[in-house]
């Protein structure tokens, strides 16, 4: 089995499910989380467990680790044992970038080497 997370974005099955399912499910999550036709920031939740999903059909239950504290900072998921922070953004941008606030150097750069970031 690979484990290189970057070829589900090169595995041309998995592209196209992802390009016809992925818009369908972000709006159906979108939906269930407005209110007073706001999408409400549950949405991003619901949005994290779409991507998990996927991952775990792409590499298997076994190798993606969901259970893990909440208290874990900026990891939501580990796929064969390294941390996965997934970050989805609503709107029609598709602009985006994930930031850390840290006056701590050693602790921005432990977060760029050890923290893959999907954003979607």
Known sequence: MDKNILNLFSDD???KKVQLKLPKLFQIAELGS????????????????????????KFGESNVETELPIT??????????????????????YAGVKL?????????????KNICLLVI
Not at 72 to 93: A, C, Q, R, W
Not at 101 to 110: F, G, M, P, R, Y
């Open 72 to 93: 874990e900072p900026e990891v939501d998921v580990k796929l064969f044992g390294n941390p996965i922070s997934i970050k989805t953004k609503s709107g029609n941008s």
């Open 34 to 57: 407005q209110r007073a036709g706001k999408v409400g920031m549950e949405v991003g939740s619901i949005r994290e467990r779409i991507i998990v999903s996927l991952l775990i059909y």
């Open 13 to 15: 099955e998995i592209v």
């Open 100 to 112: 850390i606030w840290t006056v701590d150097a050693k602790n921005a750069l432990e977060f760029q």
